[in-house]
């Protein structure tokens, strides 16, 4: 597949009309209006029917903006890496900003390089290897209220625990002092922001309607919390090398401190994307190691055999000790990516595939459908973690697989998701297992991560 167009909702061909691929697409017009119903009901399918019939690069129209659709892993390797520094990330909507302020995922330039360089030190591998002991015990001390037999809502578990591991380990704080109904509330605000940015009619954002209503509740808990997570760093107190000691030390070129809103961007982004995406990727895993049970037992099997009983660490999580559990993880985000789609704006011309495209050209990237093309995963809709163990595998290209991005813009919180996860899914595994509640499909709700649209019910078991 190498290309096509879709001019007003008509695809074109971009590249070569001997496509096989392409030939199919202009068989299937949509008109634009087809393309948007299509793209508000059902955005992963559209985007992967997109990309199935046109190519690699996709072009179309939304209103004056011209959009490509990249799911070829060299044409994601250019904007993301190679051409980087021609595009910018677009702004998003206005809801987000207010909850996100002008912290890491929300800025560019100058303020973002200056606010990466500070944070960065405190995501480093051997520092988020010292965090394994509180993760391990954080995770021990949610699952004591779990009972064999009862009916949980896992996606509630994970994010309740995913959100106090990111609390204590990168702001030292106690979340039992977090508003009780923030996690939720922050899942509504999350779900309106989703639909104000869809919208074709907007509400002001000051109306008190039902919806804006609770998405400044949420907001303003959000920042209840984000003070009290602050004020709770006693000055004076033993010192401590987690993101709110490198944020409080931070200074500018003239010796000033982050100002308290700065301050309060950085935490407010890094909690909310510290925390989200993590427990959506466990909350699939549970998902999906209760639907498949010859791989729950395999990982069961590796668990016992390296760690005979006791906490894992950060040492044990390495995919030299636990291959099967890594890549378990690693089909797991393969199948369901959190971040299922990330968009570049080009800010000046800009050369893909066969042609050059203008300044003000927005790409858009979708972990979802590439890493379920059949062309870089064979029965790519399949759970097979064995994939990963195939020393043939890593011969793809390298944009095949990016669930944490690439490039400059690449998640700073990595090391900390992946030993995160590992963790919380060894500590869990070693005791209990996860069986569907409900027999079916779990629904996928792709908000601004992809999340399982009514949690993940399932019956616990002791092992
Ligand atoms: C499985 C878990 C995670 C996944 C899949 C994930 C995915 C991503 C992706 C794809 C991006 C790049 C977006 C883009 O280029 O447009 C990103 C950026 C980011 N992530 Fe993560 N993330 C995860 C966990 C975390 C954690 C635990 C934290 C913080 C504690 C975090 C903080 C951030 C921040 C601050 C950025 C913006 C970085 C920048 O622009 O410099 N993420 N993440």
Not at 54 to 68: N, Q, T, Y
Not at 319 to 347: D, F, H, S
Not at 414 to 436: D, G, M, S, W, Y
Request: aromatic fraction near 6%.
């Amino acid at each position: 597949m190498s290309g096509a167009h879709v001019s007003m909702g008509v695809l074109r061909p971009a590249a070569p009309a001997s496509s096989p691929a392409f030939s199919s697409v202009s068989r299937t017009p949509w008109s634009l209006l087809d393309l948007y119903r299509r793209l508000d009901r059902d955005p992963l399918g559209t985007f992967a029917d997109l990309a199935r019939h046109g190519g690699d690069l996709v072009e179309f129209h939304a209103g004056p903006v011209r959009v490509l659709l990249l799911s070829g892993p060299s044409h994601i390797a250019d904007v993301l890496v190679a051409q980087q520094r021609q595009f910018v990330k677009p702004r998003g909507p206005l809801v987000a900003a207010r909850v996100l302020g002008a912290g890491l995922l929300t800025t560019e330039g100058a303020i973002w390089r200056r606010s990466r360089r500070l944070i960065q030190p405190a995501f480093h591998r051997q520092v988020v290897a010292g965090m394994d002991g509180a993760i391990v015990a954080a995770a021990l001390h949610h699952i004591r209220a779990w009972h064999p037999g009862e009916m949980r809502d896992v996606a509630d578990d994970m994010s309740a625990l995913s959100f106090a591991i990111a609390a204590e380990n990168l702001f030292g704080a106690d979340v039992e002092a977090v508003h009780p109904d923030l996690l939720k509330n922050l899942a509504r605000a999350m779900r309106h922001a989703h639909r104000r940015a869809k919208a074709i009619v907007r509400w002001p954002g000051w109306l008190p309607t039902p919806d804006n209503r609770s998405f400044m509740l949420a907001v303003r808990q959000l920042d209840a919390a984000v003070t009290d997570i602050i004020a709770q760093r006693a000055p004076g107190g033993a010192p401590r090398h987690d993101v709110l000691a490198a944020l409080m030390a931070a200074v500018d070129a003239d010796g000033w401190p982050l100002t308290p809103q700065e301050l309060r961007d950085h935490t407010a982004t890094l909690l909310l994307a510290g925390h989200e995406t993590t427990a959506t990727t466990l909350s699939w895993l549970w998902h999906l190691l209760g639907t498949h049970p010859e791989v729950r037992a395999r990982l069961e099997q590796e668990l016992d055999q390296v760690l005979d009983g006791a906490r894992p660490t950060a040492a044990d999580v390495d995919p030299r000790r636990l291959p099967y559990l890594n890549a378990v993880i690693a089909e797991v985000l393969r199948l369901y990516p959190p971040v299922w789609v990330m968009a570049r704006r080009a800010i000046a011309p800009v050369a893909l595939g066969a042609h050059t495209y203008p300044a003000g050209t927005w790409t858009i990237m979708s972990p979802w459908v590439v890493h379920r093309d059949e062309r870089l995963y064979p029965e790519a809709g399949a759970f097979r973690p064995e994939r990963w163990l195939d020393l043939s595998h890593g011969r793809q290209p390298p944009l095949a697989y990016f669930p944490f991005g690439a490039g400059p813009r690449m998640c700073i919180g990595k090391p900390f998701a992946l030993t995160e996860i590992a963790l919380v899914t060894a500590v869990i595994a070693q005791r209990f297992r996860c069986e569907p509640a409900a027999p079916g499909p779990v629904a996928v709700e792709p908000l601004i991560t992809l999340r399982p649209q009514h949690g993940i019910r399932v019956t616990i078991s002791a092992r």
